[in-house]
């Protein structure tokens, strides 16, 4: 009885470190996923502070005198629409209702 | 002769076997025992390995970010821009001792770097003391300055923090210290928060507005060349400030020690006599309190008060003697709004103004938040504080109060920080039901109606209301000839969602620039009067008619 008590702590620990192993592995593809990762997250934060910094208010404003000032124009709020999806019916409305009461 | 010997050996034997059958099963015990411990031994080593390979990778993960101690997390906008960037740059630097040839270096260093002064770098290699070589260098040039293979480079990791926004968030960020401690602002306030997380702090705030907004801001300065401005934008649902601006700012990328009191933070340091506007909180009160309502009529109203010393008078001397409670907000009248105080009296007006958090100083985001100056109540201080004189606050206050009258008297926390829905606390009335709408009512008629004082501000499709204040600022004394113009608007009106504060501190009367009339045709060349009707209004007008489209297209309340 004793014999097998012990034979099945060593078949369980036997396992424990198989499984262990085996898990090592995934972890190892983890670790190197994660490192291949970390210059790739870092890169895509210094394009997104290139783009922030390009598409900011202040450099849109300085493109526009440079090179769109007859292309951008100001559209009235009054003349903006919006469109509702109504079944299989599209219905326009104006974005902004007037209040006929003023 | 047969005599044989028997000889018994059983007990003998016996004996024996068991002396020889007790060692065994001692032996086979031992045995399985080793063969246990030498299996245990070894499982333990190998367990201690796995976890030592845990942990390395755990060490990893916590190297994921910047293991440098001087990191502090990026602050973002609502929107997900960058406002403030830790970036990592590499500085180099040579040390001339272990230069092996010097012409060599020297040729390679000018085909990387083509335009340094390569006669003053020699100089300072026949020096042979370190030097710094070049400062931030692209990652494209540190590959190839590495591959030169030479000893005496010496490249060092460095953190900068770098605002991409430059002037347009200063007064919210503000600034830190060269030992990486934040002295002002958002880093000061939330420097430990800073220092410990690799997240991103998020902002309620969106750089297209701000950006509009200053720019109307910078271009008024010229035109009224005031002292300086403010602006806040808020939400008035929930205190999420979409913009809170201070002029004169200044860039942060330049880290200049600001000792000019003209740069404090206006919006939420300065604290001001700011006048007419607080006209809606005496009359919201007295709603309040069910002493009157709109249609109320104080009838034979003075044209001069003189209360101690100092007399109240009517900025209008047109202004009819008798009055509904609308009217005397609408027209802005000091004396009716003194006899609505006097209804009131000391204890509801100051309970009032406590509940919507003018009177004390308030929390806030950031440290730099002013403190409105304490007095004495009397009757003579019911009546100047019922038409907003000798009482101060802050614009940030102004517009808590602004949002709470307006959103259905609802107490909000404005802030600066980004929060989840579910994070938001669970509104709670401070304001009984129904005074909201009675007001909102009046401040859309100050706009529209021409016996308002803020028709500049009616821009189609915005439903602008709203209250002006001008008031004189305090002096040795008594009070000087400067001004403080203040608009608190409110939009749009019939569902109110935004509180836009605007404040001209010493602004003065232009000459030269023309105003575009909302309520009736034609222009007007010129500031007829110095009065926040004739400033301030005039900039939220163009202020709403820049911001209104994104707010009523792209801005999303999340």
Same mark, same amino acid.
């Given at each position: 009885?004793?014999?097998?008590?012990?034979?099945?702590?060593?078949?369980?620990?036997?396992?424990?470190?198989?499984?262990?192993?085996?898990?090592?592995?995934?972890?190892?593809?983890?670790?190197?996923?994660?490192?291949?990762?970390?210059?790739?997250?870092?890169?895509?934060?210094?394009?997104?502070?290139?783009?922030?910094?390009?598409?900011?208010?202040?450099?849109?404003?300085?493109?526009?005198?440079?090179?769109?000032?007859?292309?951008?124009?100001?559209?009235?709020?009054?003349?903006?629409?919006?469109?509702?999806?109504?079944?299989?019916?599209?219905?326009?409305?104006?974005?902004?209702?007037?209040?006929?009461?003023? | 002769?047969?005599?044989?010997?028997?000889?018994?050996?059983?007990?003998?034997?016996? $004996?024996?076997?068991?002396?020889?059958?007790?060692?065994?099963?001692?032996?086979?015990?031992?045995?399985?025992?080793? @063969?246990?411990?030498?299996?245990?031994?070894?499982?333990?080593?190998?367990?201690?390995?796995?976890?030592?390979?845990?942990?390395?990778?755990?060490?990893?993960?916590?190297?994921?970010?910047?293991?440098?101690?001087?990191?502090?997390?990026?602050?973002?906008?609502?929107?997900?821009?960058?406002?403030?960037?830790?970036?990592?740059?590499?500085?180099?630097?040579?040390?001339?001792?272990?230069?092996?040839?010097?012409?060599?270096?020297?040729?390679?260093?000018?085909?990387?770097?083509?335009?340094? *002064?390569?006669?003053?770098?020699?100089?300072?290699?026949?020096?042979?003391?370190?030097?710094?070589?070049?400062?931030?260098?692209?990652?494209?040039?540190?590959?190839?300055?590495?591959?030169?293979?030479?000893?005496?480079?010496? +490249?060092?990791?460095?953190?900068?923090?770098?605002?991409?926004?430059?002037?347009?968030?200063?007064?919210?960020?503000?600034?830190? *210290?060269?030992?990486?401690?934040?002295?002002?602002?958002?880093?000061?306030?939330?420097?430990?928060?800073?220092?410990?997380?690799? =997240?991103?702090?998020?902002?309620?705030?969106? #750089?297209?507005?701000?950006?509009?907004?200053? =720019?109307?801001?910078?271009?008024?300065?010229?035109?009224?060349?005031?002292?300086?401005? /403010? /602006?806040?934008?808020?939400?008035?649902?929930?205190?999420?400030?979409?913009?809170?601006?201070?002029?004169?700012?200044?860039?942060?990328?330049?880290? $200049?020690?600001?000792? *000019?009191?003209?740069?404090?933070?206006?919006?939420?340091?300065?604290?001001?006599?700011?006048?007419?506007?607080?006209?809606?909180?005496?009359?919201?009160?007295?709603?309040?309190?069910?002493?009157?309502?709109?249609? #109320?009529?104080?009838?034979?109203?003075?044209?001069?008060?003189? &209360?101690?010393?100092?007399?109240?008078?009517?900025?209008?001397?047109?202004?009819?003697?008798?009055?509904?409670?609308?009217?005397?907000?609408?027209?802005?009248?000091?004396?009716?709004?003194?006899?609505?105080?006097?209804?009131?009296?000391?204890?509801?007006?100051?309970?009032?103004?406590?509940?919507?958090?003018?009177?004390?100083?308030?929390?806030?985001?950031?440290?730099?938040?002013?403190? +409105?100056?304490?007095?004495?109540?009397?009757? &003579?201080?019911?009546?100047?504080?019922?038409?907003?004189?000798?009482?101060?606050?802050?614009?940030?206050?102004?517009?808590?109060?602004?949002?709470?009258?307006?959103?259905?008297?609802?107490?909000?926390?404005?802030?600066?920080?980004?929060?989840?829905?579910?994070?938001?606390?669970?509104?709670?009335?401070?304001?009984?039901?129904?005074?909201?709408?009675?007001?909102?009512?009046?401040?859309?008629?100050?706009? #529209? #109606?021409? $016996?308002?004082?803020?028709?500049?501000?009616?821009?189609?499709?915005?439903?602008?209301?709203?209250?002006?204040?001008?008031?004189?600022?305090?002096?040795?004394?008594?009070?000087?000839?400067?001004?403080?113009?203040?608009?608190?608007?409110?939009? +749009?009106?019939?569902?109110?969602?935004?509180?836009? @504060?605007?404040?001209?501190?010493?602004?003065?009367?232009?000459? $030269?620039?023309?105003?575009?009339?909302?309520?009736?045709?034609?222009?007007?060349?010129?500031?007829?009067?110095?009065? /926040?009707?004739?400033?301030?209004?005039?900039? /939220?007008?163009?202020?709403?008619?820049? @911001?209104? +489209? @994104?707010?009523?297209?792209?801005?999303?309340?999340?």
């Amino acid at each position: 009885m004793k014999q097998l008590v012990l034979v099945v702590i060593f078949v369980l620990i036997l396992i424990t470190s198989l499984v262990k192993n085996s898990t090592k592995e995934i972890e190892d593809q983890i670790f190197v996923i994660n490192e291949n990762i970390r210059p790739l997250k870092s890169e895509l934060e210094d394009v997104l502070l290139e783009f922030n910094y390009l598409s900011s208010p202040e450099k849109l404003v300085q493109y526009q005198t440079q090179y769109f000032e007859k292309d951008l124009i100001k559209i009235e709020i009054m003349n903006i629409k919006e469109i509702i999806e109504n079944n299989e019916t599209l219905e326009i409305n104006d974005l902004i209702k007037k209040n006929s009461n003023e | 002769m047969n005599n044989k010997k028997n000889i018994i050996l059983e007990e003998y034997e016996n $004996e024996f076997l068991y002396k020889k059958s007790k060692t065994n099963l001692d032996i086979q015990f031992n045995r399985i025992a080793f @063969i246990f411990f030498v299996f245990l031994m070894i499982s333990v080593i190998y367990s201690i390995q796995l976890l030592h390979l845990g942990s390395l990778k755990s060490d990893v993960q916590t190297n994921y970010a910047p293991s440098i101690k001087d990191y502090r997390a990026d602050i973002i906008d609502r929107n997900g821009n960058y406002l403030v960037k830790t970036v990592s740059s590499i500085d180099i630097g040579i040390s001339p001792i272990e230069v092996i040839d010097k012409q060599k270096l020297l040729i390679n260093l000018k085909w990387i770097f083509p335009e340094k *002064d390569y006669v003053e770098v020699e100089k300072k290699l026949n020096k042979n003391k370190f030097f710094n070589f070049e400062k931030k260098i692209s990652s494209t040039n540190y590959q190839k300055i590495m591959s030169l293979g030479d000893k005496s480079i010496r +490249p060092e990791e460095q953190l900068t923090r770098i605002y991409p926004q430059k002037n347009l968030f200063s007064h919210i960020i503000g600034q830190i *210290d060269d030992d990486n401690k934040g002295i002002s602002g958002l880093e000061k306030s939330f420097n430990e928060k800073l220092k410990q997380t690799n =997240e991103p702090l998020k902002l309620t705030v969106d #750089t297209d507005i701000q950006f509009l907004i200053r =720019e109307e801001l910078v271009k008024f300065q010229s035109i009224f060349r005031s002292k300086g401005s /403010a /602006a806040i934008l808020m939400n008035v649902n929930n205190g999420e400030i979409i913009s809170l601006v201070s002029y004169p700012d200044f860039d942060l990328n330049k880290r $200049e020690k600001i000792v *000019d009191l003209n740069f404090i933070n206006r919006a939420t340091k300065g604290v001001y006599e700011l006048g007419s506007v607080f006209k809606t909180f005496t009359v919201a009160a007295g709603l309040e309190e069910g002493l009157i309502d709109t249609d #109320t009529e104080f009838l034979n109203l003075e044209k001069r008060l003189q &209360c101690g010393k100092s007399s109240i008078s009517e900025y209008d001397n047109k202004i009819p003697s008798d009055l509904t409670v609308e009217q005397i907000l609408i027209r802005s009248g000091n004396v009716g709004s003194v006899r609505i105080g006097q209804k009131l009296e000391i204890i509801k007006l100051k309970n009032f103004l406590e509940k919507i958090g003018v009177l004390k100083k308030m929390k806030f985001d950031i440290n730099e938040v002013g403190e +409105p100056i304490p007095f004495r109540w009397g009757k &003579c201080k019911l009546a100047t504080v019922s038409y907003g004189h000798g009482i101060t606050t802050t614009p940030l206050q102004l517009a808590r109060a602004y949002a709470i009258i307006s959103n259905g008297g609802f107490d909000i926390e404005p802030s600066l920080i980004k929060k989840d829905l579910k994070n938001y606390q669970q509104k709670k009335r401070i304001i009984k039901a129904g005074i909201s709408e009675k007001i909102n009512t009046i401040l859309r008629k100050i706009v #529209t #109606t021409k $016996e308002g004082t803020a028709g500049l501000a009616n821009i189609e499709g915005y439903e602008v209301g709203g209250k002006t204040g001008t008031a004189n600022k305090t002096s040795i004394g008594g009070y000087s000839k400067a001004k403080v113009n203040t608009f608190a608007g409110i939009f +749009p009106i019939s569902n109110p969602k935004y509180v836009l @504060i605007v404040l001209f501190d010493e602004p003065k009367t232009s000459s $030269e620039y023309i105003y575009e009339y909302k309520n009736k045709k034609g222009s007007y060349k010129g500031t007829p009067f110095n009065t /926040a009707g004739w400033t301030s209004v005039e900039v /939220a007008g163009k202020i709403i008619e820049k @911001i209104g +489209p @994104i707010l009523a297209t792209k801005h999303i309340e999340n």
